[in-house]
């Protein structure tokens, strides 16, 4: 499978591009099924997307064996189905008949599949755990004061910052956009260029822009990226002086240009940071996204795939059961999911305290971000939006002047905001 800033309505993460040593693996698309357990009163249908790692397919199986084992009267039938490109197409396509699993994997979790009745509310799942997991994965998932989906993992996105280039140049990590700037500036020299934020210069900053400033890209019932108009202004300004890598070989969510030096500062995720320790010894550190401005506030984006029930289920009370013995009591598990078939952090801070490998160096500052700086979509963000504040964003960049570029979107945005909520 591939991606790109503009693959899903969340860009990257939401989808779940798989990586081994910094290398994209791809994704088989031949569905299988568990059989049921014998002699159990209820079956339920749990579906997964195809995951690339290996070993993750038995993995999700052992899961449901052994809360058969321990639940003999609830069998788990684990249909491992579509790639990820085709995944939500026959996902939305069942959940209108009469076969629709009961449990089902949701990379974009979207607020109008709850409005819809199509979403079982979750908080007794989460009970008094509630707490214990992030708060931005929480706001996600809270659709008019009701939880609908309970996180897997969460991928933590953060700016990989190369130390010995960055002494060598004479600046330290940045912590406001203008920091930031100015260090790209200073980075770009010979053969490297100061920072990468993908291949057309834009990839996330956009939204980490609008959010450093202290601008959701939704409030309530209207679109207010616009507001950010004097961040994301910043975009022109990185451009102007060709301090952004542009063009690479891979892109921002491959640790390539950043292990190769040809960028001293890149925006990816902490699914790399194995490929980038392997290539970079102990040479390299992460911080958030900066703070626009002293009003700001540094920001990561946290993305990473949802479980959700579906409302018509002849077995919500069973599922319930399952999902909450599976990501709120099964610490073992949540570990074992995060860390052994890719490098994710376990949405309860409890448990990624306990997860060996995010226990220290750059991996438990990721942990610790995610816990302070993390920020996740609005669940009402479209396809449609998405693209309307990517090329509003794109000819910022080239030097349209902010406000008109993004009241214009935001007004494209508005409309499709009011349909959602009717």
Same mark, same amino acid.
């Given at each position: 499978?591939?991606?790109?800033?503009?693959?899903?309505?969340?860009?990257? &993460?939401?989808?779940?591009?798989?990586?081994?040593?910094?290398?994209?693996?791809?994704?088989?698309?031949?569905?299988?099924?568990?059989?049921?357990?014998?002699?159990?009163?209820?079956?339920?249908?749990?579906?997964?997307?195809?995951?690339?790692?290996?070993?993750?397919?038995?993995?999700?199986?052992?899961?449901?064996?052994?809360?058969?084992?321990?639940?003999?009267?609830?069998?788990?039938?684990?249909?491992?189905?579509?790639?990820?490109?085709?995944?939500?197409?026959?996902?939305?396509?069942?959940? &209108?008949?009469?076969?629709?699993?009961?449990?089902?994997?949701?990379?974009?979790?979207?607020?109008?599949?709850?409005?819809?009745?199509?979403?079982?509310?979750?908080?007794?799942?989460?009970?008094?755990?509630?707490?214990?997991?992030?708060?931005?994965?929480?706001?996600?998932?809270?659709?008019?004061?009701?939880?609908?989906?309970?996180?897997?993992?969460?991928?933590?996105?953060?700016?990989?910052?190369?130390?010995?280039? &960055?002494?060598?140049?004479?600046?330290?990590?940045?912590?406001?956009?203008?920091?930031?700037?100015?260090?790209?500036?200073?980075?770009?020299?010979?053969?490297?260029?100061? &920072?990468?934020?993908?291949?057309?210069?834009?990839?996330?900053?956009?939204?980490?822009?609008?959010?450093?400033?202290?601008?959701?890209?939704?409030?309530?019932?209207?679109?207010?990226?616009?507001?950010?108009?004097?961040?994301?202004?910043?975009?022109?300004?990185?451009?102007?002086?060709?301090?952004?890598?542009?063009?690479?070989?891979?892109?921002?969510?491959?640790?390539?240009?950043?292990?190769?030096?040809?960028?001293?500062?890149?925006?990816?995720?902490?699914?790399?940071?194995?490929?980038?320790?392997?290539?970079?010894?102990?040479?390299?550190?992460?911080?958030?996204?900066?703070?626009?401005?002293?009003?700001?506030?540094?920001?990561?984006?946290?993305?990473?795939?949802?479980?959700?029930?579906?409302?018509?289920?002849?077995?919500?009370?069973?599922?319930?059961?399952?999902?909450?013995?599976?990501?709120?009591?099964?610490?073992?598990?949540?570990?074992?999911?995060?860390?052994?078939?890719?490098?994710?952090?376990?949405?309860?801070?409890?448990?990624?305290?306990?997860?060996?490998?995010?226990?220290?160096?750059?991996?438990?500052?990721?942990?610790?971000?995610?816990?302070?700086?993390?920020?996740?979509?609005?669940?009402?963000?479209?396809?449609?939006?998405?693209?309307?504040?990517?090329?509003?964003?794109?000819?910022?960049?080239?030097?349209?002047?902010?406000?008109?570029?993004?009241?214009?979107?935001?007004?494209?945005?508005?409309?499709?905001?009011?349909?959602?909520?009717?």
């Amino acid at each position: 499978m591939t991606a790109s800033s503009a693959l899903s309505r969340r860009g990257f &993460l939401g989808t779940s591009l798989l990586f081994v040593a910094g290398a994209a693996v791809a994704c088989s698309s031949n569905p299988q099924e568990t059989a049921s357990a014998k002699g159990a009163k209820v079956t339920l249908t749990q579906w997964y997307h195809q995951y690339g790692e290996e070993g993750t397919q038995a993995a999700v199986k052992r899961y449901a064996e052994k809360f058969t084992k321990a639940n003999p009267d609830i069998a788990v039938n684990v249909v491992w189905g579509a790639d990820v490109s085709q995944y939500e197409t026959k996902l939305n396509a069942a959940l &209108l008949g009469a076969d629709a699993p009961d449990i089902f994997e949701l990379g974009d979790f979207r607020a109008e599949m709850a409005r819809k009745g199509q979403l079982e509310p979750l908080d007794d799942v989460y009970g008094s755990a509630k707490d214990g997991f992030n708060k931005a994965d929480l706001d996600y998932l809270t659709v008019d004061g009701k939880l609908y989906g309970i996180k897997t993992i969460d991928d933590i996105m953060v700016l990989y910052y190369r130390k010995s280039m &960055l002494k060598k140049a004479g600046v330290t990590p940045p912590t406001t956009f203008a920091e930031l700037a100015d260090a790209a500036r200073k980075l770009t020299s010979g053969g490297a260029k100061g &920072l990468f934020i993908g291949n057309d210069g834009i990839g996330d900053s956009p939204y980490l822009l609008a959010w450093s400033q202290g601008v959701d890209l939704i409030d309530g019932k209207k679109v207010v990226y616009a507001d950010a108009a004097k961040s994301i202004g910043g975009l022109h300004d990185l451009h102007s002086d060709k301090s952004v890598l542009l063009g690479f070989t891979t892109d921002w969510y491959d640790p390539g240009a950043f292990n190769q030096g040809a960028a001293a500062m890149q925006w990816c995720g902490l699914w790399a940071l194995p490929a980038v320790e392997k290539a970079l010894g102990d040479d390299f550190g992460v911080v958030p996204w900066p703070a626009y401005d002293s009003a700001g506030k540094a920001v990561a984006r946290l993305g990473g795939w949802t479980q959700a029930i579906h409302s018509k289920s002849k077995h919500v009370a069973e599922a319930k059961k399952y999902l909450r013995w599976l990501w709120v009591e099964q610490a073992d598990i949540q570990i074992d999911w995060a860390v052994k078939y890719g490098f994710h952090v376990p949405p309860q801070a409890e448990v990624a305290a306990k997860t060996p490998e995010l226990s220290k160096g750059a991996a438990k500052d990721a942990v610790a971000i995610a816990n302070k700086n993390g920020i996740s979509f609005p669940a009402e963000w479209t396809q449609a939006m998405q693209a309307e504040f990517i090329a509003a964003a794109a000819d910022i960049a080239k030097g349209e002047g902010a406000e008109k570029a993004l009241n214009k979107a935001q007004s494209k945005a508005q409309s499709d905001l009011d349909k959602q909520m009717g």
